[in-house]
């Protein structure tokens, strides 16, 4: 078992959230692959952007429904200062996730971050759970307070 998959595990039984990690035969690294996985709306995915800020160069992550696209405009408002395309490196480093798996929580280093209004319109949602083939059931709101997240609206 990999140890991004195990974080993940970790943040949800410390939670105390019954979240059921749920291994696929094939990618979930898009939130298309994922919806056809789940069997479900592609914004029932929550999917992890994140973003480089260029003052404290920090990550900084956006966590939003699947069919939506984060506006940089917006997302840097809510930051406060510029945003770029954060690296893989920087992604690893600041969450210890790779692309394509970024989990919402289990990060190695805290995060500031931002939550999609869209996803609290479902009674359930899944999100990435550190690997590009596994994912995890949560209700949108616990997901919100688990991540520590900022409900706002950043996208296009």
Known sequence: MS????????ALAGA?????????????RTAAEAAA????????????????????????????????????????????????????GLIRAQTGFAIGGVAPVGHLNPIRAWFDPRLLEFDLVYAAAGTPRHIFPIAPGTLLQLSGAVRARFTA
């Open 16 to 28: 105390g959230i019954d979240a059921p990690v749920m291994e696929m035969p094939g990618s979930t």
């Open 37 to 88: 996985a789940a069997g479900c709306h592609i914004d029932q995915i929550a999917k992890s952007i994140i973003f480089a800020a260029e003052v404290t160069g920090d990550a900084v992550l956006f966590i939003t429904a699947g069919g939506n696209r984060v506006s940089t405009e917006l997302a840097r408002e809510l930051a406060g200062e510029p945003l770029g395309k954060a690296d893989a």
């Open 3 to 10: 140890k991004s998959l195990r974080r993940v595990e970790r």
